[in-house]
């Protein structure tokens, strides 16, 4: 409350001029104060005239009125000063290095609260209160506090820049535009800043449609690895119970095995005990019927042996290990071989499927990126070489088996099942699966076919079956003289537009894409074929013509 009443005490001992506490004040006869200094200033400007105007009111005075000092109105601006100093303003209201000060304050300034475009001045709050009270000033511009207010004064006319040049795009004044502007598309600074703004806008909004756009992309990735997340774990899951559930079932198939053994087991023992114990009681009674036989052949009486003689009981039937036919002795032999061939099976089948599960694995294919640009394609390059064992013998390796030439008569290879016999084709060494990309370099006018396919592919024999492009098992695109034509499962394509001597092959083997680019200065599509890949894919060349030559690139 005191600071309002001292800042209201002050404005009422202002001098009007300079807005600042009245020094040496002295009164007109209208009754207005001002400082001593300021109004001499004034009416010093006024001389020409003869008369003297009150910068207030505009009263008029002839001749120049003799100044007198206002003693009580000095006495009470020095007790303002001093109420002043003992409520002194916070120190954080002061001007520091990194402020913009006061421009009107003496002494110690005060931080400015707004700086005037058209004043081009920075006011502290006390000194802007003109610009809020005043009509003339209530249409001056306002802004932030700068101390760059220079910078809208022209440095050639030191006049305030008003006018922007659209020609030379900058800000100049209304001289600059009737000099070295003359003719130049001009608008005043406001209008182009009003233009800028509205662009400005129009940006702005294209920039946060693009954040929310790029937000939605990013929730969806988001989302996207929750659900990859979330498959993966469940794959996991599932896979780990579908073997646990295989591993029961060959520990109860163990069992069984193992239960049906010694079962088998226990009857061929117990039959053979049996057979033992027969055995064994026939030898006791054979024994038996010796001791008594050997009895009687003993005795030395005649009669008595003769009378005995014919009351012997003929001897059982032998029971002979060659009428039991005891087969030869593999036992349980046989079922090891049979458990061990049962576990080779097994272990084909579990390797074929881990082969098939990976690749399938290998297709899962989070939202990547497609590539835009040949550097973006560069990042995928493979490094390509051909395979000997499956070039026609019309075609010669070099390079480092990159390089594939016609040659007008058969070269020295041996037969392999891998070679193509009757079509002039090779293929790479390297599967592809994944992402890859690689360039072929040809005379430009043509005679080569870039290709890819399956590693099943016939080989023997001029069929279809043999042929690129041809089947369900490959694709080609053949550069002719003039254009080209894309052959898939022998549907024919055609594709207009100038040859070039390189071509670029873009394989994404799980999104089941095949593209193909023609390279010069720039990279140009020249076909895309969409399809399901179900296994890994070769890269192959055709030279159709002797002396005709296709080359992988090697790529940085």
């Keep these: 409350m005191a600071q309002q009443e001292n800042q209201l005490d002050r404005e009422r001992f202002s001098c009007s001029i300079c807005l600042d506490l009245l020094r040496d004040p002295v009164t007109t006869g209208c009754g207005h104060s001002y400082c001593k200094s300021c109004i001499n200033t004034h009416w010093d400007k006024e001389e020409e005239r003869g008369s003297y105007s009150c910068p207030q009111c505009r009263q008029t005075f002839t001749p120049r009125p003799v100044l007198v000092r206002n003693t009580m109105l000095?006495?009470?601006?020095?007790?303002?000063?001093?109420?002043?100093?003992?409520?002194?303003?916070?120190?954080?209201?002061?001007?520091?290095?990194?402020?913009?000060?006061?421009?009107?304050?003496?002494?110690t300034k005060l931080k400015a609260l707004k700086s005037c475009l058209v004043c081009l001045a920075s006011y502290c709050e006390k000194h802007l209160q003109p610009h809020h009270q005043s009509a003339p000033f209530k249409k001056h511009k306002l802004v932030e506090p700068s101390e760059k207010l220079h910078e809208n004064m022209c440095s050639r006319h030191d006049e305030v820049m008003k006018i922007f040049c659209r020609t030379d795009q900058?800000?100049?004044?209304?001289?600059?535009?009737?000099?070295?502007?003359?003719?130049?598309?001009?608008?005043?600074?406001?209008?182009?800043?009003?233009?800028?703004?509205?662009?400005?806008?129009?940006?702005?909004?294209?920039?946060?449609?693009?954040?929310?756009?790029?937000?939605?992309?990013?929730?969806?990735?988001?989302?996207?690895?929750?659900?990859?997340?979330?498959?993966?774990?469940?794959?996991?899951?599932?896979?780990?119970?579908?073997?646990?559930?295989?591993?029961?079932?060959?520990?109860?198939?163990s069992s069984n095995v193992r239960q049906q053994i010694r079962s088998q087991q226990e009857t061929e023992v117990s039959r053979v005990r049996e057979l033992q114990e027969r055995l064994e009681q026939e030898i006791t009674e054979l024994k038996r019927?010796?001791?008594?036989?050997?009895?009687?052949?003993?005795?030395?009486?005649?009669?008595?042996?003769?009378?005995?003689?014919?009351?012997?009981?003929?001897?059982?039937?032998?029971?002979?290990?060659?009428?039991?036919?005891?087969?030869?002795?593999?036992k349980f032999e046989d079922v090891t071989a049979a458990?061990?061939?049962?576990?080779?099976?097994?272990?084909?089948?579990?390797?074929?499927?881990?082969?098939?599960?990976?690749?399938?694995?290998?297709r899962v294919d989070v939202l990547l990126p497609q590539p835009e640009n040949r550097a973006d394609f560069l990042k995928y390059s493979q490094e390509i070489t051909l395979d000997p064992n499956t070039a026609n013998k019309y075609l010669s390796l070099s390079k480092g088996n990159r390089k594939v030439t016609f040659m007008s008569q058969q070269q020295s290879y041996s037969n392999h099942p891998d070679r193509f016999t009757d079509r002039w084709q090779v293929l790479s060494r390297?599967?592809?699966?994944?992402?890859?990309?690689?360039?072929?370099?040809?005379?430009?006018?043509?005679?080569?076919?870039?290709?890819?396919?399956?590693?099943?592919i016939s080989r023997a024999g001029n069929t279809f079956e043999c042929n690129f492009g041809c089947n369900d098992k490959s694709w080609m695109l053949v550069c002719d003289s003039n254009s080209y034509t894309v052959y898939d499962?022998?549907?024919?394509?055609?594709?207009?537009?100038?040859?070039?001597?390189?071509?670029?092959?873009?394989?994404?083997?799980?999104?089941?894409?095949?593209?193909?680019?023609?390279?010069?200065d720039t990279m140009t599509l020249i076909h895309r074929?969409?399809?399901?890949?179900?296994?890994?894919l070769y890269a192959g060349v055709v030279v159709c013509y002797p002396g005709y030559t296709a080359e992988f690139c090697k790529l940085k």
Aim: aromatic share 4%.
């Design 289 to 330: 019927k010796d001791h008594e036989l050997k009895q009687l052949s003993d005795t030395e009486d005649h009669n008595q042996l003769l009378h005995n003689y014919p009351s012997l009981s003929p001897l059982s039937e032998s029971t002979h290990l060659s009428s039991i036919r005891i087969r030869p002795l593999r």
């Design 430 to 456: 390297e599967s592809m699966t994944g992402r890859c990309y690689w360039e072929v370099k040809m005379r430009v006018r043509g005679g080569v076919c870039v290709a890819v396919t399956y590693k099943n």
């Design 170 to 253: 900058q800000c100049i004044c209304y001289l600059c535009s009737m000099d070295e502007h003359k003719d130049h598309d001009t608008v005043s600074a406001s209008a182009e800043k009003t233009e800028r703004q509205r662009e400005l806008g129009l940006r702005r909004k294209t920039i946060q449609q693009r954040v929310q756009d790029t937000e939605k992309d990013v929730k969806l990735l988001q989302q996207e690895e929750e659900a990859v997340n979330g498959s993966a774990d469940k794959a996991v899951e599932d896979s780990e119970e579908i073997f646990t559930e295989l591993i029961r079932l060959l520990e109860k198939k």
């Design 489 to 520: 499962n022998s549907i024919k394509t055609p594709v207009s537009g100038p040859l070039s001597s390189r071509v670029g092959v873009y394989l994404d083997h799980s999104a089941g894409v095949l593209s193909f680019y023609r390279i010069s």
């Design 529 to 536: 074929v969409q399809t399901t890949f179900t296994q890994p």
């Design 74 to 107: 000095a006495d009470l601006v020095e007790e303002l000063k001093k109420t002043e100093l003992q409520a002194a303003p916070a120190d954080h209201c002061y001007a520091g290095p990194e402020d913009v000060a006061c421009d009107v304050c003496t002494g």
């Design 339 to 362: 458990v061990s061939q049962v576990r080779g099976q097994l272990q084909d089948i579990l390797s074929e499927t881990e082969t098939k599960i990976l690749q399938i694995v290998s």
